[in-house]
């Protein structure tokens, strides 16, 4: 799991490889029961890169991507966005999320 400290290596980051993006809030309780099942799946999915991006500490890139309730995921591939959800998904839910857009050929 990548932790994002500037919009420059978030920016790098998103254009060099598929990426998960977690934007999240520390005082977040949906974005606290998540964290978990993100890091469980980190190693699940080798072709993505798992990242987290904290809110607060970045606005700027979640002024960007429209974030405005969290936790979102966004899905990146070559810098653009591929899927996006927006609250907490269970695991089994997010599974079936990341599986069904690797199926749909969004991602490859």
Known sequence: ????????QFDELINENKTLVDFYANWCGPCKMLAPILEKLDSSFPNLVFAKIDVDKL????T??????????ILFEAGKIVEKNIGYLPENKLIDWITSIENDKKIG
């Not at 960007?64 to 995921?73: D, K, M, N, Q, W």
Request: overall charge negative.
């Open 64 to 73: 960007r991507y429209y974030v405005s309730a969290i936790p979102t995921l």
């Open 59 to 62: 606005p700027t890139l979640a």
């Open 1 to 8: 799991m990548v932790i994002i400290e500037t919009v420059e």
